[in-house]
């Protein structure tokens, strides 16, 4: 049954074959030591965060992190330590008692949790201090760029490979702090061999002209793959294949059961986009009572004035 409220893996993940053929590829070749960027670019809700969370399912001798720009707001470089956390749990997590994420937003120390994991007391001595400074040091530039650097020094000692996936990458242009923060990132990551980083967003433009203009501190860096909405035959075929048990929607009402909206009517916002209208048969095939809750439901699909369904991400 298909999802629209967040991201699906596994039997609800639909289509997105050559994405993801592009995604493994991105992975072997972090496997064989290249330095690799890939920036997806794409409207809300058409399937960024879903297909990174299928990738990390099919794929299990590298690590994942997701992180979101908006998790920490406004915008700070609290993010870098954040990420910092989470890459340490992945890595250590089944040595550990509790998270180190969870524990410093906590106020908490973390070097009894960490002193109990042979894998970390393994560590060189300059690593091991800089894992325990994670929730405790006071976050500069300086910081930041330890912050920044920890992935690839824990990778590098454990001889493991790591992507970092970033959404709503474009929300660290509006951060400033000190020194500008998108040279710093930069000159961090281009040293990286073992960490792969995928960034994500929905504002088109500005993600655009940070990492592809001449000026910005990024260019030349990322690979680009766009995501749009599914192809209409896709579209169909999720309706009709993963509508849900006892709700099964036929081939007809799929083909022309909504007026959708027009791509440029929305310029990579969903939250723009107008309401769809939906015919009375479609919503009865849906199992819907009103037009109101059937156009939530199928807006997120099909456009079908404009061949441009979508899929939650």
């Given at each position: ?279 009375s048969s479609y919503a009865s095939a849906l199992g819907l009572h009103d037009h109101e809750s059937a156009a939530r439901r199928v807006s997120l699909v099909v456009g079908a004035s404009a061949g441009s369904p979508t899929h939650r991400c």
């Amino acid at each position: 049954m298909f999802q629209t409220s967040h991201p699906v893996v596994g039997p609800g993940f639909h289509d997105r074959t050559d994405e993801m053929q592009r995604l493994m590829g991105f992975v072997a070749e972090l496997r064989a030591g290249a330095n690799r960027w890939l920036a997806i670019i794409g409207p809300r809700k058409v399937g960024k965060t879903s297909m990174i969370l299928e990738l990390s399912r099919r794929i299990t001798d590298v690590d994942f992190i997701l992180v979101d720009t908006q998790e920490v707001s406004p915008p700070s470089l609290e993010l870098f330590r954040t990420c910092a956390l989470r890459v340490v749990d992945q890595v250590l997590g089944r040595e550990l008692d509790n998270s180190l994420e969870v524990l410093a937003a906590a106020g908490e120390q973390l070097e009894a949790v960490l002193d109990a994991s042979a894998t970390f007391t393994a560590l060189p001595a300059p690593l091991k201090s800089t894992i325990r400074a994670l929730a405790r040091a006071e976050m500069t530039d300086d910081f930041a760029r330890l912050c920044l650097d920890l992935p690839e020094r824990l990778a590098e000692a454990l001889q493991r490979h790591i992507v970092i996936a970033i959404d709503e990458f474009q929300e660290l242009a509006g951060l400033t702090r000190g020194a500008d923060v998108l040279p710093i990132i930069r000159s961090t990551w281009q040293r990286h061999r073992r960490i792969g980083y995928v960034v994500s967003g929905s504002g088109r433009t500005l993600l655009e002209n940070m990492i592809a203009r001449q000026h910005s501190p990024f260019f030349q860096h990322f690979s680009l793959m766009y995501v749009e909405p599914f192809a209409r035959a896709e579209a169909i075929a999720l309706l009709t294949t993963d509508g849900g048990p006892g709700r099964p929607i036929v081939v007809e009402h799929a083909q022309s059961g909504a007026l959708g909206y027009r791509r440029n009517e929305y310029a990579g916002d969903a939250r723009a986009a107008p309401r769809c209208f939906v015919r009375s048969s479609y919503a009865s095939a849906l199992g819907l009572h009103d037009h109101e809750s059937a156009a939530r439901r199928v807006s997120l699909v099909v456009g079908a004035s404009a061949g441009s369904p979508t899929h939650r991400c």
